[in-house]
């Protein structure tokens, strides 16, 4: 079965500064990977999505995200963090033979410090 | 075009009544997915369903059910209710039943149970 792993509960970065969000997954093949956002009181935002093709995609809001497959990683980044960024950050994985359910990890909180 | 919408988002219920949770997928879109997401378990996948039919099932209780019509709207129940449903339920939405398909997010309802 799938699973996904998101290591760091909480991070604090300055406003400013680069972020990186780390994602492990488990899965035998190339799942479909994704990162989702959520802010206060809301529903999950996509920011981003590998299906195949080039390892580096490229989201919405200056974030990216590199699969690599050696490391079963699937790391966000964005270079410069604004404040309007924190939230909570979802890593989720679909497989090609279990229609549309994902598994998503525990979710990592960020908070920017002005 | 709207995005997907879920009725209450909000409800109180005690222990041992019955509840149900309505969402109306994008327009188009034939899968909902529904999820419960909780501090404790985060985000489990519930059911999905897509023509009419739950093609999958994720590891919960009979209590748990759901349903969609031919308009591609869903609803979910839960019966005899506990204290440890008080979760948020999220539903999504999909174009088609496929691994890897983007799913987007309702806000929500929030359900309480005292």
């Known amino acids: 079965a799938q699973s996904v792993t998101q290591p760091d509960i909480h991070i604090t970065v300055s406003e400013g500064a680069s972020l990186e969000l780390r994602c492990n997954y488990s899965y035998g093949a190339t799942p479909y990977l994704f990162w989702y956002v959520q802010s206060p009181g809301q529903g999950l935002q996509l920011l981003l999505k590998?299906?195949?093709?080039?390892?580096l995609v490229q989201g919405i809001k200056g974030f990216e995200a590199e699969f690599k497959r050696s490391q079963s990683s699937f790391n966000l980044r964005k270079p410069s963090v604004h404040w309007s960024d924190a939230a909570e950050y979802f890593c989720?994985?679909?497989?090609?033979?279990?229609?549309?359910?994902?598994?998503f990890g525990t979710g990592t909180s960020l908070t920017v410090i002005p | 075009k709207a995005g997907v919408t879920q009725t209450p988002r909000y409800l109180i219920k005690t222990r041992g009544q019955q509840v149900t949770l309505s969402c109306s997928p994008i327009?188009?879109?034939?899968?909902v997915s529904w999820y419960q997401q909780t501090p404790g378990q985060g985000l489990q996948f519930l059911f999905e369903y897509f023509s009419e039919t739950q093609r999958n099932k994720g590891n919960f209780p009979g209590r748990f059910s759901g349903r969609q019509f031919s308009n591609s709207r869903s609803e979910m129940n839960v019966s005899t209710l506990e204290l440890g449903d008080s979760a948020l339920y999220l539903c999504?939405?999909?174009?088609?039943?496929?691994?890897?398909?983007?799913?987007?997010f309702g806000p929500g309802t929030r359900l309480t149970v005292l």
């Open positions: 590998y299906f195949s093709g080039d390892t």
């Open positions: 989720a994985v679909g497989a090609p033979n279990t229609g549309n359910q994902f598994y």
């Open positions: 999504a939405s999909s174009l088609v039943l496929a691994g890897g398909n983007t799913q987007y």
């Open positions: 327009s188009g879109h034939r899968s």
